[in-house]
T-cell receptor, first 114, second 114 residues
């Protein structure tokens, strides 16, 4: 186990609703990244938070937003849900600025939009 | 230029055989190349990683071979076991003062027949 925990594990939402996913990073890690993994695909980078600030963003619209808290846990918020947002959402924690670059993933939150 | 191309899409190997998965990249700014293993319903787990200053790294039954001039790297699983049956992703991270963004390949579904 990586020590990265995500909640909830599964979620069903209706199109147009909003959702918040949560992630607790591994002890000592100050950087959290979020990824979207569609069925049968590799994870796609959404954004990263380092010391409570957004530190890079992938090709996702502004309705995907996030937060990082002083204890380095993080939230991913998605507004105006669309059917294509159905995916496994993964959180990864790492030590920002570290030469090691190792990133450890949580088990993911399976979001289904109906 | 940010893509990482992975092959094959699926692979079947007999128990005790060698499993080989290949990846290629274009962006010469990539400087860290991890491999992840993912079981159904779980997040990706870091297996092994390499930097471009070495041509090979071995950890137990897993070996990464890296060819900087060809911009290719591969994962070799020796003495493959049924428990190795999973989806494998190669990834790469660009040198950046910003986000440690992982760019993933499309994945290889590996099946080890007993």
């Amino acid at each position: 186990e990586t020590g990265v925990t995500q909640s909830p594990t599964h979620l069903i939402k209706t199109r147009g609703q909003q959702v918040t996913l949560r992630c607790s990073s591994q002890s000592g890690h100050n950087t959290v990244s979020w990824y979207q993994q569609a069925l049968g695909q590799g994870p796609q980078f959404i954004f990263q938070y380092y010391r409570e600030e957004e530190n890079g963003r992938g090709n996702f619209p502004p309705r995907f937003s996030g937060l990082q808290f002083p204890n380095y846990s993080s939230e991913l918020n998605v507004n105006a849900l669309e059917l294509d947002d159905s995916a496994l959402y993964l959180c990864a924690s790492s030590l920002g600025g570290s030469y090691s670059r190792e990133a450890f993933f949580g088990q993911g939150t399976r979001l289904t939009v109906v | 230029q940010q893509q990482v191309k992975q092959s094959p899409q699926s692979l079947i190997v007999q128990k005790g055989g060698i499993s080989i998965i290949n990846c290629a990249y274009e962006n010469t700014a990539f400087d860290y190349f991890p491999w992840y293993q993912q079981f159904p319903g779980k997040g990706p787990a870091l297996l092994i990683a390499i930097r471009p200053d070495v041509s090979e790294k071995k950890e137990g039954r897993f070996t990464i071979s890296f060819n900087k001039s060809a911009k290719q790297f591969s994962l070799h699983i020796m003495d493959s076991q049924p428990g190795d049956s999973a989806t494998y992703f190669c990834a790469a991270t660009p040198v950046s003062s910003g986000a440690q963004k992982l760019v993933f390949g499309q994945g290889t579904r590996l099946t080890i027949n007993p």
